[in-house]
């Protein structure tokens, strides 16, 4: 399927009689005045290029920004032709690079989307959809260079979102949810102790991950010490995880607090991680976990999602 779609719009290129520029370093020229002015306006940054990539921008905005470059075809016959030529091929650049980075996620684990296709019938499935209903936000030509430009723009959570049509086929695929649950392909164990009784009363939780390798993912889990599992996906609500997904993700205490306090939330508890199982995977101490565990048998806080992921 994915040889068959790339190759699709590989043919479209050519029927748009344009040349496609790889040389690209996932920033967009000067000259390309629209583009920029576009992107400052709505106060978003490119998620990437055919040569570039930013999960973290991704996650932390809710919408993945890609471009395509391209030049006219020295062979049209009117100025007109070239830019149009050169405008549709841009557009055919950026949605191939969108194919690919789409199957770059984590999907649970080390596991990439590209990986969970091999397996999942429904990831297949949400991929290639998605990719056909990404949206052209901008599209950009400069005369001096003979070079369009197009800005594709997809979001992550909602309707028609990436991670929500994942997450919807993660509800009705019994596999893939089972997956979820699973560390190195084995059921992982339930984190279980006795409740211990709190000063305060907590109604969320940020997770402070800026001193580990950790990435942001379409499933981040947390993980105890012992490696039992504490979050996943499996305890959010269907129509939590459709609307927002796994948590929030920042690059501050300060701006997570900000995030979950739009959210209702007055109180959150803030732990350090202190390593990774996975690069998606976190973990935090024995002290900790029992924390997080106690405080959210009193306001369940995790079956909404009220997370909060503090990235390097």
């Not at 959210?263 to 976990?289: F, H, M």
Request: charge should be neutral.
């Amino acid at each position: 399927m994915k040889k068959l779609l790339l190759g699709c719009l590989l043919g479209l290129a050519l029927a748009g009689h344009a040349y496609a520029d790889d040389n690209l370093n996932g920033q967009i020229d000067d000259t390309f005045v629209k583009a920029k002015t576009w992107l400052s306006q709505q106060n978003l940054s490119l998620t990437g290029s055919p040569s570039a990539r930013d999960d973290n921008a991704a996650f932390t905005q809710e919408a993945i920004l890609f471009y395509g470059e391209a030049v006219g075809n020295p062979d049209a016959r009117t100025d007109a032709q070239r830019e149009m030529g050169a405008k549709r091929a841009a557009v055919v650049v950026a949605q191939r690079a969108v194919a690919e980075y789409l199957n770059g996620f984590a999907l649970v684990g080390d596991t990439l989307v590209k990986d969970g296709m091999l397996q999942y019938d429904s990831v297949r499935s949400a991929v290639s959809g998605i990719v056909k209903g990404v949206q052209v936000v901008v599209q950009d030509y400069s005369k001096d260079k003979d070079t369009a430009i197009a800005i594709l723009k997809l979001g992550m959570h909602g309707p028609k979102g990436f991670a929500s049509s994942l997450y919807e086929k993660l509800n009705k695929d019994p596999h893939l949810k089972k997956a979820v649950t699973e560390l190195d392909g084995k059921p992982a164990p339930k984190y279980r102790h006795k409740p211990e009784k709190l000063d305060e009363k907590y109604d969320g939780l940020i997770v402070d991950a800026t001193e580990q390798d950790f990435k942001p993912a379409l499933i981040n889990r947390i993980f105890s010490a012992k490696k039992e599992l504490l979050y996943d996906p499996s305890k959010v609500s269907q129509k939590v995880l459709v609307e927002q997904g796994c948590g929030e993700y920042t690059n501050t205490v300060d701006k997570a607090k900000a995030a979950l306090e739009a959210r209702g939330i007055k109180n959150p508890l803030v732990i350090k991680a202190v390593a990774t199982v996975t690069s998606a995977d976190l973990q935090v101490s024995d002290q900790d976990a029992v924390l997080i565990f106690s405080a959210n048998q009193q306001t369940n806080f995790l079956a909404g999602a009220k997370v909060a992921f503090v990235l390097k």
